[in-house]
């Protein structure tokens, strides 16, 4: 099993950044393919970018790829998302996933932390 905790959100004024952070326990996640989605209200859960276990091959979301940049630590067994000129229309929470291929569907990610919250004020 393999526990994920998001954290590094918050309320942060349009034009900011914010590093998220996924930290993971209960085993590695070296050989896993990480990914971060995120959700509002309402809405199904988006994708957001994904990085592949050996750093090699990462990608993300078409309206977020110049903004958001998708990075890991397999010593730390971690994975971070750096988000930079924050939109309104970023508001979400956060989750990070763990799965054994990167992809931008949710249902291939096994493993799921709680969320963190990222508020984007104008």
């Known amino acids: 099993q393999v526990q994920l905790v998001e954290s590094g959100g918050g309320l942060v004024q349009a034009g900011g950044s914010l590093r998220l952070s996924c930290l993971a326990s209960g085993r590695t996640v070296r050989r896993n393919a990480m990914g971060w989605f995120r959700q509002v209200p309402g809405k199904e859960r988006e994708f957001v970018a994904t990085?592949?276990?050996?750093?090699?091959?990462?990608y993300s979301a078409d309206s977020v790829a110049d903004r958001f940049i998708i990075s890991r630590d397999n010593a730390k067994n971690a994975v971070y998302l750096q988000v930079n000129n924050l939109k309104p229309e970023d508001t979400a929470v956060y989750y990070c996933a763990a799965g054994s291929y990167g992809s931008r569907d949710s249902s291939k990610y096994d493993y799921w932390g709680q969320g963190t919250q990222v508020t984007v004020s104008s």
């Open positions: 990085t592949i276990w050996n750093r090699c091959n990462s």
